[in-house]
């Protein structure tokens, strides 16, 4: 098993940037696909961005391409989102998540989460 504690969120400007951190202990942190979500009041859970065990490929929701990289440091068991020109439709939970298999955008598909962090963009 894996556990995972994200950190990183808060108040931010539309505009600004917030740079998620997503810590992982137990099982090896380079055998997990990593994966991003958020949540928003009243709306299921949404795909973000997904990353390769290596890193070498990563995949994000159209809504967030060009501005979000998703990241990962295996050295440190850690996944990162960096989030730019946040606008107020980013507002939400976001949630790390973990898949033991192979690529996947389902949040169905993923076998461990975080506690989420709350992400609050202000027009």
């Known amino acids: 098993q894996v556990q995972l504690v994200e950190s990183g969120g808060g108040l931010v400007q539309a505009g600004g940037s917030l740079r998620l951190s997503c810590a992982a202990s137990?099982?090896?942190?380079?055998?997990?696909?990593m994966g991003w979500f958020r949540q928003a009041p009243g709306k299921e859970r949404e795909f973000v961005a997904a990353i390769s065990w290596s890193g070498s490929n990563t995949y994000y929701a159209d809504s967030v391409k060009g501005r979000f990289t998703i990241s990962r440091d295996n050295a440190k068991n850690t996944a990162y989102l960096q989030m730019n020109n946040l606008q107020p439709e980013d507002t939400a939970v976001y949630y790390c998540?973990?898949?033991?298999?192979?690529?996947?955008?389902?949040?169905?598909?993923?076998?461990?989460w975080g506690q989420g962090t709350q992400v609050t963009v202000s027009s």
């Open positions: 137990g099982r090896s942190f380079r055998s997990y696909f």
């Open positions: 998540a973990a898949r033991s298999l192979g690529q996947s955008t389902a949040a169905y598909d993923y076998n461990y």
